[in-house]
């Protein structure tokens, strides 16, 4: 599955957003995640995780402009939840990570 997104910023406030945002998208996902593993490197990130029984696995890229996100989703995980739902909500997630940033600076101006 992969997932793109304008992120509106420079990359490295993309990255610092991501980094913060992305603990607290974690923290409201709690329960249903588990063995989160993340590792960054330079632009990227590396992650996997375990949600309802399932491991999803993936690297998220930031570049210049946007945010791209592949994930390996097991097929029998495809089969309960539609690849299409999963990508939806990934997608709403990520643009909450990005709206804050959004609102910052609205609040700065």
Known sequence: MK???????????????LKVGGSKL???FGSEI??????????GLTFSF???GFTVSGVLIVGEEQVELEATLPLVARLLVSEGEIRERVLQAMQEVFASEADCKERRA
Do not use: D, F, P
């Not at 793109?4 to 610092?16: F, P, V």
């Open 26 to 28: 974690m923290a409201r």
């Open 3 to 17: 997932v793109i997104l304008a992120h509106g910023t420079t990359r490295s406030r993309a990255l610092e957003e």
């Open 34 to 43: 588990s063995e989160l593993q993340q590792k960054w490197q330079e632009n």
């Open 50 to 52: 375990r949600a309802r």
